[in-house]
Nanobody
């Protein structure tokens, strides 16, 4: 059974930083792409970043480029999302998802497994 468990969400002030973690189990970590998505209240789910675990190729949404960084630790089966210079508009539930492919995946409907989400709240 594939499981993804997010952690690291918290309340934070604008300009602060957080690091989210996504721990994966039940899957060959090298054979998946992991994506981070977020969904703010009343809004559609938005892709934030994705990484191909086999070779570390990563991409980030324009809205977070230069502030957020996705990375992975294959030895720990964990993907991270380092979030710096946080803004109130970054407030959302953040989800990680796994796609059973070794290419970058941006569309949420292309992901096979999802975590339960972790809340990030940025106050001004």
């Amino acid at each position: 059974e594939v499981q993804l468990v997010e952690s690291g969400g918290a309340p934070v002030q604008a300009g602060g930083s957080l690091r989210l973690s996504c721990a994966a189990s039940g899957v060959t970590f090298d054979d998946v792409a992991i994506g981070w998505f977020r969904q703010a209240s009343g809004k559609e789910r938005e892709g934030v970043a994705c990484i191909v675990n086999r070779d570390g190729r990563a991409s980030h949404a324009t809205s977070v480029k230069g502030r957020f960084t996705i990375s992975r630790d294959n030895a720990k089966n964990t993907v991270y999302l380092q979030m710096n210079s946080l803004k109130p508009e970054d407030t959302a539930v953040y989800y990680c998802a796994a796609a059973l492919v070794v290419v970058a995946v941006r569309r949420s409907d292309e992901y096979d497994y999802w975590g339960q989400g972790t809340q990030v709240t940025v106050s001004s």
